[in-house]
């Protein structure tokens, strides 16, 4: 070859990796503990873990284009395009100085059309399975084909109630921590036959927005235990952090909470059936009913008694509906905000909340309030109930279960952020100001400063019986496949709430799915109760209560000693101790272990002790 010919290659060669919007194949960087790679023709990056040696690879599920890459002094920049979205999403890959971290920071401005998907999912392998926050917890083996594909939003109770997702085969594999998560969800879908997850960034109103963040921390050992600890790690960094130690500090009713039994019952002589529980030894009880001041006076005289009420800061209704076409009006709803402080959607019209059958048979769909004037509402209902009925608690429905919602309304515009900001708000008057033991609906981590428990954490809201919120007070002969599989199913739940937060706030069983509600079931729900240290709850009328007292009372003995003697602990593990996840082990801080056999052999502790089928033991109490 001449050398003028060796010039022209030269020259060519670097005119080619120079040319704007032609970049290189790949581009990788270092650190002590991982490497990453990115592709940078789809975008896709691997990530090898130098302590096991082990590479984990992502797929582009969506299709688009990156240029302009290049490498930084620790990460790669570049521009990714959609089709579609016609925007230029300016992307920035750190990684973290000697850590098993790589974070994801996603840019743009304009008009966003449609969800971003980016960036792409990793490729999970046989014998792993997904780790989704969605209420207390799931997993989904990945290779399981019963497993449909969802979404879940990351901003509100009815999706993932943490902003992480995880992919572990029992020890390694890695996390995902969305920082940005009021305009996010997952994806759970499927590559190569195998479940694997997305994220999915929504527009803030019609627009790119701010900044988006996404975190992945890579694990050689622990499994979802390491990953829900480093979430709590993150939890403590952000403020999302507060302990029931601390709130009984500023509210020792607090403590009337910490073991106790959340009774809905439906009696209007509720002192009689209170003072039968109490004389059957059920002594802690949080009362949920709103009863008349006298009755409420002489419950608070009892000892480990908390008194509460169901209240709603969400839905109220067209007058003219409820003149016109129901059977009367919901005595929570606040009516006086109609028309003025329901939320609008981008076209005008007023969202459409939680339906009410009329006269008629036919659904007539609420207002939604704007949760921007929720809390005037609350300031003019609560603190003048108070002065004549003495709660100690208050059950705030609906507020973060329901999503964080956009308000097009020009008298009270929100964001989702914003609404994030004014539930808080909400909740943070009723515990703070109010000095109220407060709970809400399902439950979110945005929520753990401000709240002290949460009814429906427990139970996983796609897998409840049908029409749960509706007919609550029905019981269940039959027990339907989706509940027997999922929702009191031992070898998909994880208790992730707990192991993230379980000394922070109780979680609860949901309303319409208790642990009597399906009595088939009733065991295996006060097992679980046992095992995650976590509250049960009882429905029940009087015929109820009399046939089933017995039950009852073994079923909170049973439960609500643990419970009372972990209230205030850490969760610090979890374990399978049988391949079949039959036999299952949760340790607290406080040095307590419990043991469950949820299989039909008996099981022999490494001591000799035998845990028989559908049963426990517990050690260090």
């Given at each position: 070859m001449t050398i003028?010919?060796?010039?022209?290659?030269?020259?060519?060669?670097?005119?080619?990796?120079?040319?704007?919007?032609?970049?290189?194949?790949?581009?990788?960087?270092?650190?002590?503990?991982?490497?990453?790679?990115?592709?940078?023709?789809?975008?896709?990056?691997?990530?090898a873990d130098k302590r096991t040696g082990q590479t984990w690879r992502q797929k582009a599920l969506t299709k688009g284009t990156a240029t302009n890459a290049s490498q930084t002094a620790d990460g790669i920049e570049m521009t990714w395009r959609q089709p579609g979205l016609d925007l230029d999403v300016k992307v920035k890959l750190h990684l973290e100085k000697n850590m098993p971290e790589l974070t994801a920071e996603l840019s743009a401005e304009g008009p966003m059309k449609s969800a971003l998907s980016f960036p792409h999912p990793f490729v999970t392998e046989r014998g792993t399975y997904l780790v989704v926050p969605m209420n207390e917890g799931i997993s989904y083996p990945v290779d399981d084909e019963t497993i449909k594909p969802r979404w879940f939003v990351a901003y509100g109770g009815h999706g993932i109630c943490m902003s992480f997702w995880g992919v572990t085969d029992g020890e390694r594999r890695h996390m995902a921590i969305i920082e940005t998560p009021d305009d996010a969800a997952i994806h759970i879908q499927r590559t190569d036959g195998k479940l694997c997850i997305e994220p999915k960034w929504e527009s803030q109103k019609g627009n790119f927005g701010y900044t988006r963040k996404l975190r992945y921390v890579f694990f050689d050992k622990g499994g979802h235990v390491a990953i829900c600890k480093r979430y709590r790690q993150y939890a403590q960094q952000t403020g999302k952090f507060k302990t029931l130690e601390e709130k009984r500090r500023e509210n020792p009713n607090v403590d009337l909470l910490?073991?106790?039994?959340?009774?809905?019952?439906?009696?209007?002589?509720?002192?009689?059936i209170v003072r039968q529980m109490r004389e059957f030894g059920i002594n802690r009880i949080l009362w949920s009913?709103?009863?008349?001041?006298?009755?409420?006076?002489?419950?608070?005289?009892?000892?480990?008694?908390?008194?509460s009420r169901y209240d709603i800061y969400q839905d109220l209704m067209d007058p003219q509906i409820v003149k016109n076409k129901l059977r009367g009006q919901h005595p929570d709803w606040t009516q006086e905000g109609w028309p003025d402080d329901i939320m609008l959607d981008q076209n005008g019209k007023p969202l459409e909340g939680w339906r009410v059958r009329g006269q008629d048979g036919q659904m007539y769909p609420c207002g939604v309030l704007c949760d921007k004037q929720a809390l005037k509402h609350a300031e003019q209902r609560v603190p003048g109930e108070l002065k004549t009925h003495p709660y100690r608690c208050r059950f705030i429905d609906t507020t973060t279960a329901s999503p964080?919602?956009?308000?097009?309304?020009?008298?009270?515009?929100?964001?989702?952020?914003?609404?994030?900001?004014?539930?808080?708000?909400?909740?943070?008057?009723?515990?703070?100001?109010m000095k109220l033991v407060t709970g809400s609906e399902t439950?979110?981590?945005a929520a753990v400063p401000y709240v002290h428990y949460f009814e429906g954490m427990l139970s996983l809201g796609p897998y409840r019986v049908p029409d749960a919120g509706r007919n609550m007070r029905k019981i269940w002969d039959e027990v339907p496949e989706q509940v027997a599989k999922f929702q009191l199913g031992h070898k998909y739940r994880l208790p992730l709430w707990e192991l993230v937060y379980h000394d922070c706030v109780v979680s609860q069983w949901y309303w319409g799915d208790y642990n009597n509600k399906l009595p088939a079931l009733w065991q295996k729900r006060d097992l679980f109760n046992i095992l995650y240290g976590?509250?049960?709850?009882?429905?029940?009328?009087?015929?109820?209560?009399?046939?089933?007292?017995?039950?009852?009372?073994?079923?909170?003995?049973?439960?609500?000693?643990?419970?009372?003697?972990?209230?205030?602990?850490e969760m610090t593990d979890h374990k399978f101790l049988t391949p079949d996840r039959d036999v299952q082990q949760t340790t607290f801080s406080n040095g307590i272990t419990v043991t469950v056999n949820f299989g039909e052999k008996p099981f022999s502790l490494r001591d000799g002790k035998e845990i028989k089928p559908m049963n426990f033991h517990i050690s260090g109490m």
């Open positions: 003028a010919l060796r010039r022209l290659k030269i020259f060519l060669v670097v005119l080619l990796y120079c040319s704007p919007g032609v970049i290189a194949e790949k581009i990788s960087v270092n650190n002590n503990a991982i490497s990453f790679t990115v592709e940078t023709d789809d975008g896709t990056i691997s990530v910490i073991g106790a039994v959340n009774i809905w019952c439906w009696e209007n002589d509720a002192l009689t009913n709103r009863k008349p001041p006298e009755v409420i006076k002489a419950m608070n005289e009892m000892d480990g008694v908390l008194t964080w919602r956009e308000c097009y309304n020009p008298k009270h515009p929100m964001t989702r952020s914003d609404s994030r900001h004014w539930k808080m708000e909400l909740l943070r008057y009723m515990s703070e100001k439950g979110h981590d976590t509250a049960p709850m009882f429905m029940f009328d009087r015929n109820l209560w009399e046939k089933d007292k017995e039950r009852f009372t073994q079923s909170y003995k049973n439960i609500c000693e643990v419970t009372r003697a972990v209230g205030y602990a």
